[in-house]
């Protein structure tokens, strides 16, 4: 089993910043992907990043150029820099780790960004 804690959500306001961190613990001696997904209210949970072991990141067309997702391996750690924030970005990111065999997500952290 893989074990996921996310902290750094919070209040901002729009035009501000957050860093989301996610450790993960347990059976991660194969960690594939890591990523970040957001489900706001009344929608469907949707990726916001992702990032392979191999460094390769993918982006949802929303947040490019805003966010960047980076990975620290030794701290089986990722993280979400998240700038220049807009109202639209609120929601429940949540962290999602695959390694070969297992699809673990945290239990999410709240954003909300005020206009």
């Known amino acids: 089993q893989v074990q996921l804690v996310e902290s750094g959500g919070g209040l901002v306001q729009a035009g501000g910043s957050l860093r989301l961190s996610c450790v993960a613990s347990g059976n991660i001696f194969s960690i594939n992907y890591m990523g970040w997904y957001r489900q706001a209210p009344g929608k469907q949970r949707e990726l916001a990043a992702g990032i392979t072991s191999g460094g390769s990141t993918n982006y949802a067309d929303s947040v490019k150029g805003r966010f960047t997702i980076s990975r620290d391996n030794a701290k089986n750690t990722v993280y979400l820099q998240m700038n220049s924030l807009k109202p639209e970005d609120t929601a429940v990111y949540y962290c999602?780790?695959?390694?070969?065999?297992?699809?673990?997500w945290g239990k999410g952290t709240l954003v909300t960004v005020s206009s």
């Open positions: 999602n780790v695959r390694t070969v065999v297992l699809n673990t």
